[in-house]
């Protein structure tokens, strides 16, 4: 069992930047930032992998989003530069150990989630 708990959301202007955190409890192999508004379905934003923290964006975050990590700390960041208002959702960590071949971007692959922060970036 991995608890995740994110934190730095808020609200911005257009342009603007957050980071966001998510502190695990423990190790796992695989961990992500997905993001969801109401009535549409979770969507992957970046993965890392822990082993050679290699990074994985979806197009939408690519050149804008930056994923990271500190194995010491266990804790995983993205930091979002250039922020659009269509950034505007609840951004989620989740961590997992075994991959399904689903890729990184599916959440099926993902058993632990955090809890949420909301990112709001106004016009």
């Known amino acids: 069992q991995v608890r995740l708990v994110e934190s730095g959301g808020g609200s911005v202007q257009a342009g603007g930047s957050l980071r966001l955190s998510c502190a695990a409890s423990?190790?796992?192999?695989?961990m992500a930032w997905f993001r969801q508004v109401p009535g549409k379905e979770r969507e992957g934003v970046a993965a890392?992998?822990?082993?050679?923290?290699?990074?994985h964006y979806a197009d939408s975050a690519k050149g804008r989003f930056t994923i990271s990590q500190d194995n010491a700390k266990n804790t995983v960041y993205l930091q979002m530069n250039s922020l659009k208002p269509e950034d505007t959702a609840k951004y989620y960590c989740?961590?997992?150990?075994?991959?399904?071949?689903?890729?990184?971007?599916?959440?099926?692959?993902?058993?632990?989630w955090g809890q949420g922060t909301q990112v709001t970036v106004s016009s």
């Open positions: 890392i992998s822990a082993a050679d923290g290699s990074p």
């Open positions: 423990g190790y796992s192999n695989y």
């Open positions: 989740a961590a997992g150990f075994q991959s399904r071949g689903l890729g990184l971007m599916n959440s099926a692959e993902y058993a632990f």
